[in-house]
């Protein structure tokens, strides 16, 4: 029953892209194969979207772009590629036995982020998955795993083969997720922001003249807390909102620029302009 309410459902067989095409003819309403080079065809059956997909082989091209689609024959082989343990499971149909060969169940439990196998491997693989153990740190409230924070502590760097596009849909939905401080301070103690977005981490520079304890690190995650909570707070009352969210990440980004101490006190004179721009 509740499958019925799923935005899409995804499969995945050791057919090869064209046989899954042939299989679906007469039986699905349409299909789309805009993913077809990476072994994934899309599918309307009985008003449901399917993506079906081909078992991936374990194989990983530490230099490359984007993964190197290889198919595999084994369905444990391909769910050892997925990001995290906790989206590596799979029902077998039409038995819908649970297949969990990564414990994904006690760590979905128990809230851990963990890769299937060494994290060294699966960054390699995808570095993006860096941003996403953030991501569903900050979406789901886990925690992510010691072995596998420390990867992404010792592999920051790589995130710079990713483009900014996939970069930046990641970074949104920390910034939309329900505690985005976590995710924003995940990136920057790992070091993943300065690649991202190293105006945060900047900000870790400078004392405000208000609150000489905090820096405007510190200070705009807590207006971003503020933020969210006025949210739900006051009428009208909105859902999660990008433009505010951001205009109070950022409200005070210009202030590492415009920094001068004087007679021991400190003036961020026009941040304000510096910080729109």
């Given at each position: 029953g509740r499958l019925g309410?799923?935005?899409?459902?995804?499969?995945?067989t050791n057919a090869h892209?064209?046989?899954?095409?042939?299989?679906?003819?007469?039986?699905?309403?349409?299909?789309w194969d805009v993913?077809?080079?990476?072994?994934?065809?899309?599918?309307?059956i009985s008003g449901q979207e399917c993506e079906i997909t081909t078992y991936r082989s374990e194989h990983y091209d530490p230099d490359s772009r984007k993964p190197e689609v290889n198919f595999g024959e084994s369905l444990v082989g391909d769910l050892?590629?997925?990001?995290?343990?906790?989206?590596a499971m799979a029902l077998q149909l039409p038995a819908m036995t649970l297949v969990d060969e990564y414990n994904?169940?006690?760590?979905?439990?128990a809230g851990i982020i963990r890769t299937p196998n060494s994290p060294e491997m699966s960054f390699s693989d995808d570095p993006l998955r860096m941003m996403r153990a953030a991501?569903?740190?900050a979406q789901l409230d886990f925690d992510i795993e010691a072995e596998t924070l420390k990867a992404m502590v010792q592999m920051h760097e790589r995130i710079t083969i990713v483009s900014i596009e996939r970069s930046q849909v990641e970074f949104m939905k920390i910034v939309m997720s329900d505690n985005p401080r976590l995710g924003l301070k995940l990136l920057v103690d790992t070091g993943l922001c300065e690649y991202i977005f190293p105006e945060l981490p900047g900000m870790r520079l400078t004392t405000d003249e208000h609150l000489q304890h905090k820096d405007v690190y510190e200070h705009s995650l807590?207006?971003?807390?503020?933020?969210?909570?006025?949210?739900?707070?006051?009428?009208?009352?909105?859902?999660?909102?990008?433009v505010l969210r951001l205009s109070a990440l950022f409200h005070d980004i210009g202030k590492p620029r415009t920094r001068k101490f004087d007679d021991g006190r400190v003036s961020f004179h026009h941040h304000e302009v510096v910080g729109a721009r």
């Open positions: 309410q799923a935005p899409d459902l995804d499969f995945t892209p064209e046989r899954i095409l042939e299989l679906l003819e007469g039986f699905a309403e349409t299909t993913g077809i080079r990476f072994g994934t065809v899309g599918a309307r050892g590629r997925r990001d995290f343990t906790i989206n994904g169940i006690s760590d979905l439990a991501r569903f740190a807590t207006v971003l807390d503020q933020a969210i909570m006025l949210e739900t707070s006051h009428e009208p009352v909105s859902g999660p909102d990008p």
